[in-house]
């Protein structure tokens, strides 16, 4: 099973600019704990002796490549995941939105999709989604594919359901989501008012003029210098007066742009861009 | 810099008050636990604790850096690691031996980040989580010590944290103190 990860810290940036000059993907920002652990992981169940290796190989081979993203990249997610959070939208946050004549939602590391289509539901429900556009983007094409499917394996519902009640949900979840061949398919009518698109927080721009945006459990794989520019991107792609919502665990209290927001709820980690702050 | 991990399981909640509400307020070491949780928010776990420690308690932050006079305790369902420049991070990475937090995550990080640096306490528990963790310090130059597993209440963690060869030091709660007072000291 799993040994110690050598201190191989200098192989390990090697491996990373290798990756950022032939592919373009840069992870020279992430929290090295965790990557480390991931690398070590990937060369384990890919029988890759050492750092260096690892690196000649996805050098020569774009296969390989794709197979280190995967294992580098964290699509865990569910549906209303953090019950208490999707309440505490519904109850407060949905009606500020309702005053909008137009809503701008965007889900940043969306992975899998599954909240994105949990906003589209909570949308639905309050009868907002019909002037809604929600953005959901994730550098990982593999998981953006699985999101636009929009098809989930069958067992996940009981947890779905679970989430969905608890999160203050009326109705049946499955009003949204049909059981076919052991699989779960969403509703394709609430995939009109969701974009999935590719973008890297870590290399991309900002995204226009959201009243709210959702990045959870994503910061928590970033370095603080990397958190920065990331909340920076965020203050510009928010509206003055607008909501970032971040992981319950994580905090903007460290960060560059901290003097911009104000926290809005503490336990959720909810946050207003001040007014004025963008010219 | 030095620094305390703590794995702890089924059981381990007496273990804890027993263990840390022994050490002084300026204990100089920072603490870092990973306590498995049945269910719950965890905060439960830091106010219990809070009560009979006259350290500080909290649920570790994502980027927080560690303090001597603090015990940082893994959020339920995020692993807990320690970076080299003394930070912890946090990650949702999928569970190990279906826990999550997981001694082992924190525990191998805290030896590649602080190597001989760390001293390690696997306390009681039904699982085998920490057996790795505790192997990978002791090869970094590290301390483990490890309850005993005969006064353990449960004692497949400790045991298995002895590693193959059963050579690691097993204690009783109150030499665990005395270690943890002997390693500040230093």
Redesign the interface.
């Known amino acids: 099973?799993?040994?110690?990860?050598p201190?191989s810290s200098q192989d390990v940036n090697n491996l990373l600019e290798a990756m950022t000059a032939q592919y373009g993907y840069d992870f020279s920002g992430y929290?090295?704990?965790?990557l480390?652990?991931?690398i070590h992981r990937h060369m384990q169940s890919f029988n890759i002796e050492s750092v260096e290796n690892l690196k000649q190989i996805i050098l020569k081979d774009e296969q390989a490549f794709a197979d280190l993203l995967r294992s580098l990249s964290?699509p865990?997610t569910e549906m209303f995941r953090d019950p208490p959070f999707f309440k505490y939208l519904r109850e407060q946050v949905l009606p500020w939105l309702a005053t909008f004549p137009f809503i701008k939602i965007w889900h940043a590391g969306c992975a899998t999709g599954e909240e994105a289509w949990s906003m589209a539901i909570m949308l639905h429900k309050a009868g907002l989604l019909s002037r809604s556009q929600i953005y959901a983007t994730d550098y990982n094409e593999e998981a953006l594919t699985t999101a636009r499917r929009g098809i989930y394996d069958s067992p996940l519902l009981d947890t779905w359901q679970r989430n969905f009640k608890e999160s203050g949900g009326e109705g049946d979840l499955s009003d949204y989501c049909f059981q076919r061949y052991g699989s779960l398919r969403m509703d394709r009518t609430l995939q009109q008012h969701i974009t999935f698109a590719n973008h890297n927080l870590v290399t991309d721009h900002a995204f226009g003029e959201m009243n709210l945006v959702l990045c959870r459990?994503v910061?928590?794989?970033f370095?603080?210098d990397l958190?920065n520019r990331v909340l920076d991107l965020f203050k510009e792609s928010i509206l003055p007066g607008g909501l970032l919502c971040l992981?319950?665990?994580?905090?903007m209290?460290?960060s560059s742009v901290a003097d911009s927001f104000e926290p809005v709820e503490h336990e959720w980690k909810i946050y207003r861009l001040k007014q004025g702050f963008q010219l | 810099m030095k620094i305390v991990v703590i794995g702890a399981s089924a059981g381990g909640s007496r273990a804890l008050e027993t263990l840390l509400s022994c050490l002084p307020a300026d204990f100089s070491v920072p603490i870092l636990l990973v306590k498995h949780h049945d269910s719950g928010s965890g905060t439960d776990m830091v106010k219990w604790l809070h009560n009979r420690t006259t350290l500080d308690v909290h649920l570790a932050e994502d980027k927080e850096h560690i303090q001597a006079g603090s015990i940082i305790v893994a959020p339920p369902s995020y692993h807990l690691l320690l970076e080299t420049d003394g930070s912890v991070s946090l990650s949702i990475d999928e569970p190990v031996m279906h826990a999550r937090p997981s001694l082992d995550v924190l525990f191998e990080s805290a030896a590649l980040a602080f190597g001989d640096e760390v001293l390690c306490l696997v306390l009681t528990g039904a699982s085998r989580d920490g057996a790795e963790g505790a192997e990978a310090i002791r090869k970094a130059g590290g301390k483990v010590y490890v309850q005993d597993p005969e006064t353990a209440e449960v004692p497949v963690m400790p045991r298995a944290a002895l590693g193959k060869s059963g050579a690691g030091f097993v204690l009783g709660l109150s030499d665990l103190t005395k270690k943890l007072l002997e390693f500040a000291n230093e």
Do not use: C, D
């Open positions: 099973m799993t040994s110690p990860v201190r929290a090295p704990a965790s480390n652990r991931r964290v865990v459990n910061l928590i794989y370095s603080r958190q992981g319950p665990r994580e905090t209290r460290f």
